[in-house]
C-alpha cells in the first residue's frame, strides 16, 4: 500500500475502534464522564492531570466507543452513552484517574459529571464511580497499611528502651553513691 495514500474515512474508523477496544481492553477502570461545561483548556488541564495518575482521558464519537465496548464483551445500556462524553482510562492505579476527575469537579463547579463507568467488566452507575472517588488512592493506603504495621513494633522498641535507660540510671546512682 501506498504510505502517501490516505485512508478512507471507513478505515480509520476501523482503526479507531481497534485503538479504543486495545484501550478499553488494557484498562483497570473507565469511567465515562460529561465534560460540556470546559474550555479547551481546561480539558486538556485535566488530560495531563490524569496522564500523570496513570490513565488517559480520550474525547471520541459514542458509536466508536460503543463498537468497541461491544468487543470487549461489557455490558452497557445504550441510554448511558448518550451526548457528549469523554472516556477516564485508569491503566496502573485503579481509582487515581478516576480521582483525578472528582478533583477537578470540585474546583470547577462539578463538571466533569460521571454517567457511568466500569471496574473491570463490572458495570458501574454514576454513584458507583463517585464511592470509588472517595476511596483513599493506593498510596495513602499503603502508607496507614505500614503505620498499622509499625506501630507495635515501635511500642516494643520503647519498652525494650525503657529497661535499659532504667538500668543506665540506677547503675549512675550507684556511682554516685559510691564517690
Known amino acids: 500500500m501506498d504510505k502517501h495514500k490516505k485512508l478512507s474515512a471507513r478505515d480509520t474508523k476501523i482503526e479507531t475502534v481497534q485503538s479504543l477496544a486495545?484501550?478499553?481492553?488494557?484498562?483497570?477502570?473507565m469511567a465515562?464522564?460529561?465534560?460540556?461545561?470546559l474550555n479547551v483548556n481546561q480539558i486538556n488541564d485535566l488530560?495531563?492531570?490524569v496522564k500523570l495518575a496513570g490513565g488517559e482521558l480520550?474525547?471520541?464519537?459514542?458509536t466508536l466507543m460503543k463498537r468497541a465496548l461491544s468487543i470487549n464483551h461489557l455490558p452497557f445500556t445504550i441510554n448511558f452513552l448518550t451526548g457528549p462524553a469523554a472516556t477516564v482510562f485508569s491503566y496502573d492505579d485503579e481509582i487515581g484517574a478516576i480521582k483525578?476527575?472528582?478533583e477537578t469537579a470540585k474546583t470547577t463547579g462539578g463538571i466533569p459529571k460521571f454517567k457511568f463507568g466500569f471496574f473491570g467488566k463490572d458495570f458501574l452507575d454514576a454513584i458507583g464511580i463517585d464511592s470509588l472517588a472517595?476511596?483513599?488512592s493506593r498510596a495513602e493506603l499503603q502508607a496507614k497499611v505500614v503505620g498499622a504495621l509499625a506501630s507495635p513494633i515501635r511500642g516494643?522498641?520503647?519498652?525494650?528502651?525503657?529497661n535499659i535507660r532504667n538500668l543506665a540510671v540506677v547503675l549512675s546512682e550507684i556511682?554516685?553513691?559510691q564517690s
Open 134 to 136: 472517595k476511596i483513599p
Open 175 to 177: 556511682s554516685k553513691k
Open 32 to 37: 465515562f464522564v460529561d465534560y460540556q461545561g
Open 47 to 49: 488530560r495531563s492531570k
Open 58 to 62: 480520550i474525547v471520541a464519537k459514542n
Open 100 to 102: 483525578t476527575v472528582a
Open 22 to 29: 486495545e484501550k478499553v481492553m488494557r484498562a483497570k477502570t
Open 156 to 162: 516494643i522498641v520503647n519498652v525494650l528502651q525503657a
